[in-house]
């Protein structure tokens, strides 16, 4: 009997092991790399990653020979749980010095069945002048440089900071704060640390990026950077001996605190071309993109859809604060709603690309065509240096009748002459029972007025008061769905239409401009309902004819 468990037990772990690997996504391998732009003599680190967590050993480097030198291998395992799902994921650090200058291509690695995609990698020859040969023998240096000597104003300049070490440093190290007068600086992402081979010994590199954005013209000077921090151990010996100095005299002890610091770098602000267009917002950029989406197709539109329409600006060299509003779609048969800009930033390699979004719910009040004007942004190209414009073509809406909303109005052709779809004796017939039923209307009251006052009858439904009573708790819990059904509720109950409260009373028709933007709005904006309950207490009464026969009016409906 246990034998037959056995197999049971086992042939269920097999079936349950099948189903899992079938529901389980299929697994990758996924390759990156810290950057795709290096000098000769440094290293970059190459990340392989899988979320198959049955994977063993390590990739096959062979295809690496070729053009790089495997330094180093790490493997990182991680376990993650979110929501009750076990996530796990595997990571290999490879970290590789290209042997050879120019264009080369990170071949694609495989590890069981899975396969790598490539990565190409720019390899930049480095001049001999940079760093001296001074510092190349100095345990720790520092260098900075510009990727250009002269910009525009509010353009952007990238300065690169690198500081150089033979030795192991303690975690004590500091860097001055960049600070540069009348400049805005924004960090590119995070500091790099690698490796660089320098006359045949390995240096450590601390790289930070910063984007530079001066605000006014004329020749200005970035100002030194000092480090410091404190040695670990010795230089090796194999530097000392490179030195034309005595062992002794280039090795300092360990525990001793080093400072280092960069030259001072000139650069040259040139001011706002002069023909640049006049009252336009000046964006010197390498490149900018105009991009729009709408949601849902506008292709089957009625009167009364919301449809968000979303404008984004990408600039290439510019903060998202850089980047000025976008222009308004400002047409008279289209109620807008705008939602707040979203602004944001993304370090390159070339500097900052800044990114605006703006969203907003556009619906249309009338039939017909609808056009939508075109969207123009001027910009100076600092890549080319001269005038660019970048724009979305102006489109129309062709917006349909809504069934829902629908009001029987006259036909026109393009003759001009007025084409009735129905045929007339229905309105005749409807007009003569539409006059019989006003006169004895008319009769009925007449009538009534010499009779004595009757019992009211007790209304069925809610109560006045208990409908009052909703609006204001809904109004107040700033709901703008339960403010709007309960306000619908309590007009039906008015002797005059909403329409007809608002367009008396201002504060009334503020108030529901503000609720109806926050029922369209798509991203569920702040919508604060203290106006209206304010604005429906405050409502005046319909000023009613003074009764000649000095009866008292009816009491308020109601009272405080």
Known sequence: MSRVHTVVIAWMLCLFALVAQADAPAASLQASVDRTRVNTGETVELTLESDDATLFGKPDMTALEADFEVRDTRQLNSLTTLEGNVHATTRWLITLMPKHSGSIDIPALKLGELV????????????????????????????????????????????TVRIYHSVSLFDDSNLTPLQVPDTR???????????????????????????????????????????????????????????????????????????????????????QPEHY?????????????????????????QIGDSLTRTLVIKAEGLSSAQLPPLPATDVSALRRYPDQPQLSNQASERGLLGSREEREALVPNRPGAIDIPAVDVVWWNTLEDHLEHSSLPAHTL?????????????????????????????????TVLLSFTTLAGFGLWWRGRWQPALTRVAQAGPSPRTVLDDLKRASLANDPLATRQALDAWARQQPETLADMAARFVPLSDALDGLNGALYSETGKLWLGEDLWKAVKALPAVEKPIDPNGAESLPPLYPK
């Open 116 to 159: 790598s995609q490539p990565i190409a990698l720019q390899v930049v020859e480095v001049e001999s002048s940079s760093p001296s040969q001074e510092q190349k023998l100095a345990p720790v240096f520092m260098e900075a440089s510009l990727d250009q000597d002269s910009v525009y104003v509010q353009a952007q300049a990238v300065l």
């Open 185 to 271: 600086i924004e960090k590119l992402g995070d500091t790099r640390t690698y490796e660089k081979q320098i006359n045949g010994i390995r240096h450590g590199v601390i790289e930070m990026r910063y984007a530079l954005y001066p605000q006014h013209s004329g020749d200005m000077t970035i100002p030194a950077q000092e480090f410091s921090a404190t040695m670990v151990q010795d230089i090796p010996q194999t530097q000392a001996a490179a030195t034309s100095q005595p062992a002794v005299a280039t090795s300092p002890q360990p525990g001793k605190l080093m400072r280092v610091m960069s030259d001072p770098l000139p650069l040259k602000v040139k001011p």
């Open 277 to 301: 267009p006049a009252n336009t917002p000046w964006l010197p950029a390498r490149s900018i993109t105009l991009s729009e989406n709408w949601s849902p197709d506008p292709a089957h539109t």
């Open 398 to 430: 062709q917006v349909s009748t809504n069934p829902a909303l629908a009001v029987d109005m006259p036909v026109s052709d393009n003759s001009g002459v007025t084409v009735i779809g129905p045929p007339v004796w229905p309105w005749q017939l409807s």
